[in-house]
Structure formats: structure tokens, C-alpha cells
């Protein structure tokens, strides 16, 4: 039994001289820690500014100095927290100009893996990524950052690269040092997955980022259970669009806007867009597409074996596209609807007035119908040779000039829109607003 009591006895003791030892310890690092942030206050606001930091430094700490062995040139570095944006580590040579790094920057281990060797330790540093916030608003998307890491710096800009919640993931180029009021743009990482620059994401893969299309899918409602998934690009004016094919064959082009949906386009309608679908057989859908609108042709009065088509921005409820007829010359704008008595098929030297115009087919090819506009107002000696839009007038009406194949003075014809319906036409000798040859 004494055994064992002396034992006992002598693990206490060692656990009461380690703990001595640490709290020693401890003190000795809070002593040095509140020397280094007294340090840093004084110091490095000053170099704060100098760097280009833009922001009131509300705690710094001063992390340590190193010599160069050649130059003997001494340099300082500091740690600091700002009331806005992100915090930084400054780097400051005597004689030179100090420079800045993020604490994202900061944080992200080395290439070959190992820890950084100048890591953020400030309380208010603590979660650098939610200090992105700011930047991220200025950058205009919506993101919720889980992780972020540094790419690299120019002169001019420093590159981030940001893992938001839901999968998405962006490149940031802000300023150097990024300042949450410097200009700030955000590219999509999935541009960089299909490029073969220097500038990659690696936060997450490819795969989890298109894991995005199920969200729009889900918000376009069209029942589509997506199996594969791709990433399209952006247009001018900033809008990103990504392609899904569906279990049950068909595939739709979404275009989002700040990361919600914009537009839904189903596959048959998508040849001109961005170089259509690939994922799914366009071809196929877009030949039984081209049959449906045929018949809906015929039935609205225009008997057109459709050959080819393109769609126009409709409003909700209108399905708008140019014809191509591989039966006649004349190709035509259907306007389809649910309503038989709002749908109409108007040939393309009409089309302007109500507010379209044709490439597949020359507006000559369809003078003929406006030839016959002029006859129902009792104007039968005119063959029209041309036609242009004059305007519309405050009751919603349109002007329609017209040039005749004899030479002489034409007419303007008054159209109603819906549906094309001709309603008066004045001879353009009684008028000055006649532009077009022969008519002057």
C-alpha cells in the first residue's frame, strides 16, 4: 500500500509543478503579446495608410523584424485589424514603400503545404472569411463565404478566391490592398475550370460547383431531374448562363443574374443562344419543334413547312419566332399564344409593325401581302417596291410607307397591331414625311 501512496504522491507533485509551469508560461506570452500590441498601435497605423490601407485600425500587434544578411536592410512586420473589410499583415523595410497582405493572404498555408509562416493571431482576425463581406457587396454577389484562400498579388490587384455555401465559388480581383472601397470584380470559378490560364480554384472541384444547375433547375419548375450539367459563360452585359439535361431527354439554357434565375430556354429554342445546347440532342428536339410550328402556322392561316426557326424575347404567355419555310420564299413572324384569336403569323414585310424584323427571308419576298393591304383601302394601282416603318401614333396604331414599282408617289398605310389589320392610307403626295425613293 505505501507503494502505491508514494506514487500517487509523486504524479500530484509533477502535475502541480506543470501546472505552475504553464500558467508561468501563459503569463509570459500575455506580457509579450500586450508589449507587441502597445508596439503595433504606435507603429503600424502609420504604415497602415502609407501601404494604401484605407481603413481605422482598431488593434495591431507588432510580429517582428528581420535583416537581410547582404543589405543589413531591417524590416518590420505587423499585424493589424480594421473596423471594416478584411485585416492585414504589413510589411515594412526601412526606406522603402510598405506593403500589405491579407489576412486571407496571410493564412493560406505554402505551396509545398506547410503552415504560413506569418498567420493572422488578432482577436478580430480571427475568421478572416466573414470578413470578406464587404468586399464581396462591392463585387455585387450573393455569397455566403465558408472558405477563402490568397492566389497572388500584381501591383495593381490582389486575387482571392472565395468558396461560398450551396457550392458556388468566384475569383476576386480587388485592389492592392484590397480595400472593401476599391473596385472589386468577381469571376465565376467554372470560367476558370474550362481555361487553361495560371488562375485556378481549388477550394472546391469542378463538379461540386456545377452541383448550382439543380438550384436553377428546381427554380425554372419545368419538371426537369437533371443528369448532366455545364457551364456555358457570361455575356456582356455580366449575365452567366449554364446548360441541364434532363432525365427525360429534353435540356433548357438558364441565364442567371446575381445568382438567381433570369430566364428559362428550352433547348430547341436555343440555337442562336451562346452556341445552343450540347449536352442533350438538340437536332431531334429541335426537328419536332420545327412540326409543332408548322402546324400552329397552318391553323393561324400561314401554311409554312418550317424548315428553320428563331426565337425573339417574348412576354410571358407569347411564344415569338421568326419562320423559315421550306415551301415558299416569304418566311413570316408567328406570334403563338394559348388564344386562338391572339395568335397570328405575319409575313416579313409587315413584321416591323408589330415590332420585328427577319433575317431568314428578304422583306420583298412578301411586298405581295402589303400590294393587297393597299388594295382592301382602295389604293389598286400601286405594286409596292419597298416599305419602311414611320412610327407609331398615340393611339398604338403604326405607319407603314410604301414605294411603288411604277415610280410613282406611294402611300402610307395606318396598321392596328393586334390583330394586323390595315385601317386608312393617305397618299405620300399629301404628306411630308415620306422618305424613301420615288416618294419624295
Known sequence: MKRVAIGL?????????????AVSSTKREQAALAAARTQGMAEAPAIAQAAGIACQVTDARFVGRTSDPKTKVVTNYYEIDCDRGVGFVLQAAAGAQPSAFTCIEANTPLADGKPPSLPCKLPGNANPVADLAPILAKAGVACTPDAARGIGQTTKNT???????????????????????????????????????????????????????????????????VKGRRYIGLSQAGASYYEAACEDGKGYIYKVEKGELAQTTPCEKAMGLLGGCSLTDAK??????????????????????????????????????ELA?????????????????????????????????????????????????????????????????????????TYLETACADGLKGY????????????????????????LPGNK
Not at 9 to 21: F, Q
Not at 191 to 201: L, S
Not at 299 to 310: E, I, S
Open 9 to 21: 504522491g509523486t504524479a500530484a507533485l509533477v502535475l502541480a509543478l506543470g501546472t505552475v509551469a
Open 159 to 225: 486575387f482571392l478566391e472565395v468558396s461560398c455555401q450551396g457550392g458556388v465559388g468566384y475569383v476576386l480581383q480587388a485592389g492592392a490592398p484590397a480595400n472593401p472601397d476599391s473596385d472589386v470584380v468577381a469571376n465565376d470559378c467554372l470560367v476558370f475550370d474550362a481555361n487553361d490560364g495560371n488562375i485556378k480554384c481549388t477550394l472546391r472541384d469542378a463538379a461540386s460547383r456545377l452541383a448550382v444547375v439543380d438550384r436553377f433547375a428546381a427554380a425554372a419548375n419545368n419538371g426537369c431531374t
Open 284 to 321: 431531334e428536339a429541335q426537328t419536332a419543334q420545327a412540326g409543332l410550328y408548322s402546324n400552329l402556322a397552318k391553323k393561324a392561316g400561314f401554311d409554312c413547312q418550317v424548315a428553320k426557326y428563331a426565337p425573339f424575347p417574348a412576354p410571358s404567355g407569347r411564344d415569338v419566332v
Open 325 to 397: 419555310c421550306g415551301n415558299r420564299p416569304d418566311g413570316a413572324v408567328g406570334i403563338f399564344t394559348a388564344r386562338a384569336e391572339t395568335t397570328q403569323v405575319v409575313d416579313c414585310a409587315r413584321a416591323p409593325v408589330v415590332g420585328y424584323r427577319c433575317s431568314f427571308s428578304k422583306p420583298e419576298a412578301s411586298f405581295k401581302a402589303v400590294t393587297a393591304d393597299l388594295k382592301k383601302m382602295g389604293r389598286n394601282e400601286c405594286e409596292v417596291s419597298a416599305v419602311r416603318v414611320l412610327g407609331k401614333t398615340a393611339a398604338g396604331t
Open 412 to 435: 402610307i398605310l395606318e396598321y392596328k397591331s393586334e390583330p394586323l389589320t390595315p385601317i386608312n392610307a393617305v397618299g405620300c403626295a399629301f404628306s411630308k414625311d415620306c422618305a
